[in-house]
C-alpha cells in the first residue's frame, strides 16, 4: 500500500502510559512509525494540525448491527460506515442477524466482500450460533467469535435452552459472546402483560431477572469448560454484582452507553426510540453498572448499534422492534462524562479502544505507539455541540440522544493512515481492512 505519509503536529496525544502529552505522532504505510518531538518527517508528509485537539486510538466497537446484507432499508455497511467515521470509530465487530444469517463460511465470506467494497472503516464479523451449526461455529475464518442469542431473537438465531446452549460450549475453544435474556421467562412474562402498549411495560417483560438468569447459566458453562465467554451489552445492577463476586479470568463483559446514560425515564420522552434489547433499566443499574465499569469487572463499551427506520418505531409498542443506533454519538457520550470528571479520557480511550483489541487479539490495534496501525481520532474536548438529527450519517436517521449537549466531537478520524473524516467531510473512497483475530 502506497499512502501519503502523515504527520499530525500540535496535539495532546493519549500515550500508552495513559499520560496525555503533546507529542508528534508520524504515520506512513498505514503504520504509527514515530511518537516524540522534534522528529524527521518523510518528504511529502501531509500536515495535520492537532492544534487544541487530543488523539486517541480510533474506536473498536465490538457489537453493532449494520444490516448489511438483507435489511438495506434500515442501513447498509456504505451509511454505517460513514456514522462510524463521524464517530471516530475505525473497527467493528458486526453481528449474524442479516440475511442470510451469518451462520455459515459462504455467508460470511460473501459479508466481507461485501465490508471490502463498502466500508469506510476495518470490519470482522461474528459467526451466529444456531442449534445446528456446530461445525461451521468451530471452522468459520476469520471471525471474532461466535454469537449466541440466548434470548431476543427469531428464527434459527434463537438458541434459548441449555440443551442447544451446552453443546457449543463443549466443542471448540473460540469466544463465545452471549445476548444473555432467558427467552423463557420473556414469553412467560409477554403472556402476563400482553395488552399493555406503553413501551415502559419492554421493561417489566425482559425484566432484571430475565437477564440474571441466562448470564448465570451461561457462567456457568464457560466454567465448566473453561470456555472464553463474553458477555454481551449487561444491562442489570445484578449481573454486574454477581461478576463482581465470580467473574473467571477468561470471562469479559460490555455495556452500552445507553445503559450507562439512559433507564425507564427515557420512555416518556422517547417513546419506542428507547425500546432495546435488553431494555434500559432503571436508576439503580446504571450506577451499579458504572461502578462495574469504573472497577474493571466490565471490561469495555459496545453501541449495540441497532437501527430502525422511524416507520417501524412509529408501530407502538409491542409491535415497534428493538435497538437504537449508536456509532456516531458512543464516543462524544463517553468523553463528555469524562470532561464532567464521571471517569477519564484515557479511561474512555481503553474501555472503546484498547480493551477491546485485547479481548479480542486485534494485533497491533488500541495504543498509539510505533508499529500500530494508524487508526486514530483527533477529537475537540473544549467545545460543546448538540447531537442534530441533521448531521446524521446512520441511514435510519434519528438518535435517543438528539438534543444532548456533547464533547469530544472527532474532528479528523483515520483509518490505517487514511483520512476519512475531516472537518465534517467525510471521503467516501476511503476504504478500511478485515481485521484478523487471534495469534
Ligand atoms: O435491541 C436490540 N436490537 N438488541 C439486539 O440484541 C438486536 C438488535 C437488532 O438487531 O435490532
Redesign the pocket.
Known sequence: MTQTPLVIRGAQVLLPSGEIEPKEVVVADGKIIAVGTDLEVPDQAKAIDGTGLTLLPGVIDPQV?FRDPGLEHKEDLHTASRACARGGVTSFLE?P?TLPLTTTQPVLTDKLAIAASKSLVNYGFFIGATAENLDDLRTANPTCGIKIFMG?AHGPLSVDTAETIEPIFAVGDRLIAV?AENQARIMARREQFAGETDPAAHTKVQDNETALLATKMALSFSKKYQRRLHILHMSTGEEAELLRKDKPSWVTAEVTPQHLLLDISAYEKLGTLAQ??PPLKYERDRELLWQALLDGVIDFIAT?H?P?TLEEKGKGYPNA???MPGVETSLPLMLTQAQASRCTVAQVANWMSTAVAKAYQIPDKGLIEPGYDADLVLVDLSTYRPVLREELQTKCGWSPFEGWNLTGWPVVTIVVGQIVYDHGQIDTTVRGQALSFGQ
Open positions: 448491527h453481528m442477524n431476543s445476548h432495546m434489547n449495540d441497532a430502525h422492534p428493538s435497538g
